[in-house]
């Protein structure tokens, strides 16, 4: 109940999040649309009973889910450039809306990791898809302060 309660948490905070990104971002809006669809399947395998017969009829994440979001960070930080100290969250009102959501992405995950779920393939999937969208959000709020001319507050 909390994993999936947090995953409703975090798919409002990237409603919220693309409600501020503008239109010069529109590659980033539409995957965070996909990004939020696969939210709702990860969490319908969440609030699921492990080996429940409803499973076999829910959508599943896939490696190629993983696989997007990973290549979406490789094309950020080919924008962004290397980082190389701590950062502070914040900077534009977009790269704040994404950072927060980051946060709820990561107290996801713990929750997430906390349930097991039976260690079967979907469950490890979902971890790895979870995992991968806090440093694609992270990726994403950098490049948000960048398209507004706003530097990393490096600490």
């Known amino acids: 109940l909390e994993a999936y309660g947090d995953m409703d948490e975090l798919n409002s905070a990237l409603g919220f999040s693309l409600a501020a990104l503008p239109q010069t971002m529109e590659t980033d809006k539409q995957l965070l649309l996909v990004i939020q669809k696969n939210i709702f399947t990860a969490s319908s395998w969440l609030a ?12 599943k994440i896939t490696a190629n889910d993983i696989s997007l979001l990973e290549a979406a960070v490789d094309r950020l930080e080919q924008e962004t450039g290397p980082l190389h100290k701590f950062i502070l969250p ?14 709820i992405c990561r107290r996801a995950e713990r929750r997430i990791l ?42």
């Open 48 to 59: 699921s009973t492990p080996g429940s017969a409803i499973l076999q009829h829910l959508t």
């Open 90 to 103: 914040g900077g534009s009102e977009p790269a704040a809306r994404l950072h927060l959501a980051r946060t």
């Open 114 to 155: 906390v349930i097991n779920l039976e260690q079967d393939e979907q469950a490890t999937l979902i971890c790895a898809f979870i995992n991968r969208l806090s440093d694609y959000l992270f990726a994403l709020a950098r490049y948000a302060n960048k398209v507004d001319g706003m530097p990393d507050i490096e600490i």
